[in-house]
């Protein structure tokens, strides 16, 4: 009963961890560790500059310390952060999908824009124009070389 009315204290939003200056997943030691730490850098009783901040400082992290001491608690706020991060790479994920299908877009209107544009093709000496390939044959160059250098003085498209 007493894990159930903390239970509802939980707040989703707050970074339990964080408020003890630890990453997600710490174990309970580390946990013990950093509130005693804490505890003496931050109580009320040591911090005369600002009693207001530190004593809603040390609130926080004794509030976390609770939360994150009680294993089912701990368990719940776990499940809420690793649900949150599978959130997070879904959504990133279909925002690559998304620039992609972007990015696609944008080559298929680039290459209707260009399509006109005269290229060379080198491995079957062709030249792509809007009127289609024209086959050219070898002999009018005196090189493989002269014609790459021919089709890129006349190559329209952009770079």
């Given at each position: 009963?007493?894990?159930?009315s903390m239970?509802?204290?939980?707040?989703?939003?707050?970074?339990?961890?964080?408020?003890?200056?630890?990453?997600?997943?710490?174990?309970?030691?580390?946990?013990?560790?950093?509130?005693?730490?804490?505890?003496?850098k931050l109580?009320?009783?040591?911090?005369?500059?600002?009693?207001?901040?530190?004593?809603?400082?040390?609130?926080?992290?004794?509030?976390?310390?609770?939360?994150?001491s009680d294993?089912?608690?701990?368990?719940?706020?776990?499940?809420?952060?690793?649900?949150?991060?599978?959130?997070?790479?879904?959504?990133?994920?279909?925002?690559?999908?998304?620039?992609?299908?972007?990015?696609?877009?944008?080559?298929?209107?680039?290459?209707?824009?260009?399509?006109?544009?005269?290229?060379?093709?080198?491995?079957?000496?062709?030249?792509?124009?809007?009127?289609?390939?024209?086959?050219?044959?070898?002999?009018?160059?005196?090189?493989?070389?002269?014609?790459?250098?021919?089709?890129?003085?006349?190559?329209?498209?952009?770079?």
């Amino acid at each position: 009963p007493a894990s159930n009315s903390m239970a509802k204290q939980i707040d989703p939003c707050k970074d339990y961890y964080g408020a003890l200056g630890l990453s997600f997943g710490a174990t309970t030691d580390e946990i013990k560790k950093a509130y005693r730490e804490l505890a003496l850098k931050l109580h009320p009783d040591k911090s005369k500059d600002d009693p207001e901040t530190a004593q809603r400082k040390f609130m926080e992290m004794q509030e976390a310390f609770e939360i994150l001491s009680d294993s089912q608690t701990k368990g719940m706020i776990d499940d809420v952060f690793k649900e949150k991060v599978q959130k997070v790479k879904k959504l990133d994920d279909m925002e690559k999908k998304r620039k992609m299908r972007e990015w696609d877009e944008l080559e298929k209107d680039r290459a209707a824009k260009h399509r006109d544009c005269l290229y060379y093709c080198a491995e079957d000496r062709v030249f792509r124009t809007s009127l289609g390939p024209v086959k050219v044959p070898r002999s009018i160059f005196s090189s493989v070389s002269a014609m790459r250098d021919f089709a890129a003085a006349n190559d329209k498209s952009p770079a």
